[in-house]
């Protein structure tokens, strides 16, 4: 298995795979993100019901490992893949021949996305800890620090850059998946393909939602 | 002359000979095998699958190719298909016939034994292609697939579109590499060969010129193995590759090995024609084109309409009007004389006048485009890439070109040549096509005779002689080391005027002029005036740029070309020596009444071997009768 | 066929040897005629040179009907030029406008070692195809062809993938200089066929073993090499050499001793 692991061809395998787990996870945050357009209470209380089980710490592992793997593994096939081509070509080809934009540039959103995670951790999960009571139960105001936060022009624009790359990355993540697990197929490629855009597409959405309209609420009247 | 010319036809009746042969021949004993060493020089479908056999045989192989890969030989080009008689389509063929159309196809100028065992061999040649993985074409029900060949009335060409070549060649290479990797093999790119080294008469090794370093090396063995392909790039303008010498072959003949009937070239009648002088080479058009496609011209001499508003009742259906059993298939040389003649005639079409029509739109009607797609849509993109016209629409335009070379080495029964321990394979040997051959049968012969026939004769020659180890600091070695070097220096040092290709070009001009598609007694004589000045010149005022102890490109075209030269001052003093017609040689003195070619069975029923006799004497020409003891010697008709 | 002459500036990598430094020098290429395939355009570029003295431009080539593989190079960045579905010696003029600048670089890999100007070593995938990629049938043990029948739709795909040419396009186009879809197309095109499926497990194992041994890149499923690929070899064929290396990999047995294919 060693040999598998260590393989380009197992590589990817490992790559698709703990992709898949944030593919899942992504889709599932957003949803949950949605329902701040429910109400503060709904948000705040779904926020809670996560975090206060047992559930949370496996799931947790779970995510870290899967980046880690991910990271790690992008890392070494980013290097294996430079050292494969050290002298770049002096002319760049033209669209028809090459290949889509997103797939050259895995690594370099990749590398934002990194950051953009763990930034977007210390604003949210380790950032300022507002309280509030949702039918008697005391929890995490997270709608508060919410409202707050996305009322800061900066941080917005940030947000919105990283996560148009995430659809990006996404957009060709999720198809390439696929094909690192060997279920690409003459007949389903295209349907692949379109799966692929509207996943990230709809994710991108989901996410982008909630600045911009905290951010336009927040900012009327000024 | 030399002991060696004798063909060494085994007795008995005819269809018994070959395994008789192989019951007769010696063995070397299994654990003994991996003591000998054989020297393969090509990788093409002969030189890769005598490779690969002689290496699972356990020989130590030492293959040389001049590509920097073995599956970039010229054989990966061949497009149509290759013949078997496997009478899968029950349509009455049978070894026999298979045979027969060959020897016939010929013009009976081949010998009986060889070609019915190329035809008893050609069953297994499938099989074996089949076994490695050779993707051929299929019916729906999972069996094989037929297509028909010119000079055939049965359908027994398996194909693999148009890609037949390719296919094969890979199915070759991959065994060779299996070898490779099993170490029985060897493998020696980009060399080339530039001599044979004897030892005591027997070949014992060559030398090859490092293509990427310039080092002359020395290879020794047990025995060589040449698979070195044909010559048509004499032409320069021809279907082959560009790197297609007769340069092996040559020094080989230097060294004693006869050449045989040189002047016999096929010039196959569907190409791409000619465009401007800057042109590099001619695009072979597959003549399995001509199961489908018709070839016609107008009836009007200067027609200049375009083809589509020539009516009917205006073109000239020529083959089907002149072959009509055979029609559109009859056979290269057949098919390409009456295109000449259509356009000597002022019938040819084109801006050039040098071209004929040939029309898929009936076959489009009738069997619908997609159909026509399936069959040959890799050459039709080629045409249209190559010509910037969409054959789907107006009809292709063709002309003849030189394409292959039935002419080669002398070899015996057992496929070695006049020196002893010195084996020719392929299309580098004139064994089994006499005066023309049919198509697809070159991959069959290359494949008969690297999987099963050279393995077996390699071993009875080794059984048979005693070869004691030689080391390449031996003499013979040395000496034909230095003399390679002394050749190139002296090439590099003559730093003239004129690029090698401008000779080249020159002597395919010559070649083409006077010993193409016909050939007489005035422009032969012409020729031999003609060929020797070039030959001066070329040694006066070849310029070479660069040093010869790197890649230097020109200093490999000078090699080649060096030997064309002396190759075509041979071929057109054996045209001008056989005084008859035949096949693909014909001369305007010996035709009959309508134009067909008329043979003189009386005096030229035989093979015309030449022997090297220096620099400065005339070749010698020797005679090896040819006996037809099961096919009646007949005049060829396809009508 | 209207030919048509136009005149073109070349930019040309050119190296003495495998050591050396390169650099790009300029070229004029004058009076080309637009029915000239881009090597015969070279050769004039050459013959130009050779007169003069210079060294011609070296390039690999052959067959010069796209069969071969020898051919191939840049041209502006795209592997084989600017044409889909054609090799380099296909490539006609005709497809060129007059005054245009181009730059022709090798195919860059450190798998593929510059040999001279556009020349380059790709023995590599001939160690690829050493490793596994054939059939262990020796001469003389074949049955009769037709008594395993392959389903047409079968045969004619193993078809498509034995018409890779093994040019390299692939590796060249490869932002991460990959040969999976080289590898792939011959692992699939022998584990499609009843033949090749006895040791299709093998084959895939050393092949892609011997494939990451070579020090070609990792696959980022670009696209790029079946876009540049003369042959137009599918990109499906890397899924189905991901799916054969899995499948050997949860199989994978120890190879015993014995035997061998010698």
């Known amino acids: 298995m060693l040999n598998f692991l260590t393989s380009t061809v197992g590589k990817k395998y490992l790559m698709g795979a703990s992709a898949l787990v944030w593919v899942g996870f992504v889709f599932a945050h957003m949803a949950g993100n949605l329902l701040m357009f429910v109400s503060p209470d709904a948000y705040n209380a779904y926020g809670h019901a996560l975090t206060s089980g047992m559930i949370i710490y496996v799931a947790e592992t779970g995510l870290i490992l899967a980046l880690l793997t991910h990271v790690f593994l992008g890392i070494q096939l980013t290097l294996q893949n430079r050292a494969a081509r050290p002298q770049r070509y002096a002319a760049a080809g033209s669209r028809s021949k090459g290949a889509v934009f997103a797939s050259r540039t895995m690594a370099i959103h990749g590398t934002i996305i990194l950051i953009f995670l763990v930034s977007h951790l210390i604003t949210f999960k380790f950032g300022t800890y507002y309280e509030t009571t949702v039918n008697g139960v005391v929890m995490r105001d997270l709608y508060r620090l919410l409202v707050e936060i996305f009322a800061q022009p900066v941080y917005v624009i940030w947000y919105v850059i990283s996560l148009v790359l995430l659809g990006f990355h996404l957009s060709h993540g999720v198809g390439s998946m696929f094909q690192s697990f060997g279920l690409l197929h003459p007949t389903y490629q295209p349907v692949i393909r379109k799966l692929s855009w509207t996943y990230a597409i709809v994710v991108v959405a989901g996410f982008l939602a909630q600045p911009i309209v905290v951010f336009f609420i927040a900012n009327e009247g000024r | 002359m030399a002991s060696n010319f004798d063909s060494r036809i085994p007795g008995g009746p005819l269809d018994s000979k070959w395994t008789q042969h192989k019951f007769n021949m010696k063995l070397v004993n299994p654990a003994n095998k991996r003591k000998h060493s054989v020297i393969v020089v090509g990788t093409g479908l002969a030189g890769a699958s005598a490779a690969a056999s002689m290496g699972e045989l356990g020989y130590q192989v030492k293959a040389f190719c001049v590509h920097e890969s073995p599956r970039r030989a010229h054989s990966v080009a061949a497009q149509g298909g290759i013949n078997a008689a496997k009478n899968y389509q029950n349509d009455g063929d049978s070894i026999f016939r298979l045979f027969y159309d060959t020897v016939k196809g010929g013009d009976f100028r081949a010998r009986e034994a060889n070609v019915y065992r190329l035809a008893q061999l050609s069953v297994d040649i499938i099989d074996q292609a089949v076994a490695q993985g050779v993707p051929l074409a299929r019916e729906y029900g999972g069996l094989l697939a037929n297509r028909s060949f010119g000079g055939a009335q049965v359908s027994r060409t398996f194909y693999a579109r148009g890609q037949t070549g390719q296919q094969l060649l890979l199915g070759a290479y991959s065994g060779m590499m299996r070898q490779v990797d099993g170490g029985n093999v060897q493998l020696y790119s980009r060399r080339e060969m530039l001599d044979l080294v004897m030892i005591d008469g027997k070949a014992r090794g060559i030398i090859v010129r490092n293509l990427l370093t310039g080092e002359i090396e020395s290879h020794e063995a047990d025995c060589v193995v040449m698979c070195t392909g044909g010559y048509s790039n004499v032409f320069f303008l021809s279907t082959n590759a560009m790197a297609c010498a007769v340069t092996a072959a040559w020094r080989a003949h230097k060294r004693g090995a006869y050449f045989a009937n040189p002047c016999f070239t096929q010039i196959h009648p569907t190409c791409i024609p000619v465009h401007g002088d800057l042109q590099s080479k001619l695009t072979l058009m597959s003549e399995s084109l001509r199961n489908d496609g018709r070839v016609w011209v107008p009836k009007n001499k200067g027609d200049k309409r375009a083809a589509k508003d020539i009516p009917e009742a205006e073109r000239d259906y020529y083959l089907e009007r002149i072959y009509p059993s ?297 005679q090896e009768e040819l006996k037809f003891e099961n096919i009646k010697l007949s005049a060829r008709s396809y009508k | 066929m209207a030919d048509k002459k136009i005149n073109l500036t070349l ?117 690829i195809v050493q490793s596994g990629g054939f059939i262990t049938a020796n001469t003389g043990s074949a049955q009769d062809a037709n008594s395993i029948l392959i389903p047409k739709t079968k045969a004619d795909e193993a078809f498509e993938s034995a018409t890779c040419i093994g040019c390299g396009a692939c590796v060249a186009s490869c932002k991460n200089a990959a040969a999976h879809l080289f590898t792939s197309a011959k692992i699939s095109h022998l584990a499609l066929l009843p033949q090749g499926e006895v040791e299709a497990e093998r084959r895939a194992l050393r092949m892609v073993a011997q494939m990451d041994a070579e020090g070609f890149g990792a696959c980022t499923s670009t696209g790029a090499c079946s876009a540049s690929c003369p042959k137009d070899i599918s990109l499906t064929n890397i899924a189905r050499m991901n799916r054969e290396y899995l499948k050997a990999s949860i199989n994978r047995k120890e190879e015993s001793g014995g035997g061998g294919d010698g």
């Open chain 2, 326 to 622: 055979f029609g559109n298939l009859a056979p290269r040389d057949i098919a390409s004389r009456q295109a000449k003649f259509r356009c000597d005639e002022g019938r040819g079409v084109g801006e050039t006048g040098q071209a004929v029509y040939l029309d898929f739109s009936d076959a489009i009607k009738r069997l619908g485009r997609d159909k026509i797609a399936e069959r040959y849509g890799n050459l039709f993109q080629m045409y249209e890439k190559i010509t910037g016209e969409n054959p789907y629409e107006t009809p292709m335009k063709i002309y003849p070109a030189p394409h292959y070379t039935m002419g080669g080495l002398w070899v015996d029964y057992n496929l070695m040549s006049t020196i002893p321990g010195l084996f020719v394979a392929g299309e580098a040997n004139f064994s089994d096509h006499g005066a023309n051959r049919l198509g697809a049968s070159a991959l069959m012969q290359g494949l008969a005779d690297g999987y099963f026939v050279v393995p077996y004769t390699v071993s009875d020659y080794i059984a048979n002689n005693k070869v004691e180890k030689v080391s390449t600091s031996h003499e013979a070695f040395k000496a034909a080391a230095e003399g390679v070097r002394a050749e190139i220096s002296k090439l590099m040092s003559v730093k003239g005027t004129r690029t090698v290709d401008s000779f080249h070009k020159e002597l395919g001009r010559l070649m083409w002029e006077h010993c193409g598609m016909s050939r007489n007694e005035k422009g032969l004589k012409e020729a031999l005036v003609q060929i020797p000045k070039l030959r001066e010149a070329f040694w006066s005022d070849v310029r070479i740029p660069g040093d010869a102890n790197e890649i230097n490109t020109e200093l490999e075209k000078a090699c080649r070309v060096a030997d064309f030269i002396e190759l075509g001052e041979l071929m057109c003093r054996d045209a001008l020596e056989r005084k008859e017609s035949c096949g693909g040689h014909f001369r305007d003195e010996y035709q009959t009444p309508d134009n067909e070619a008329l043979r003189d069975d009386q005096n030229f029923c035989h093979v015309a071997a030449w022997e090297w006799k220096g620099a400065s004497q005339p070749p010698v020409r020797h």
């Open chain 3, 11 to 127: 930019k040309v990598w050119r190296q003495r040897g495998p050591k050396e430094k390169g650099e790009f020098k300029t070229y004029e290429a004058k009076n080309v005629s637009t029915d000239e395939s881009f090597l015969e355009m070279l050769d004039q570029v050459n013959e130009n040179l050779v007169k003069k003295g210079e060294d011609p431009i070296v390039f690999d080539h052959d067959c010069r009907e796209g069969i071969c593989g020898s051919c191939g190079f840049m041209i502006n960045g795209d592997a084989h030029g600017p044409q889909k579905s054609t090799t380099v010696c296909q490539l006609h003029m005709r497809a060129f406008k007059d005054g245009e600048v181009l730059t022709l670089e090798p195919w860059r890999a450190t798998a593929f070692p510059i040999q001279k100007d556009l020349m380059v070593d790709r023995s590599a995938l001939d160690r």
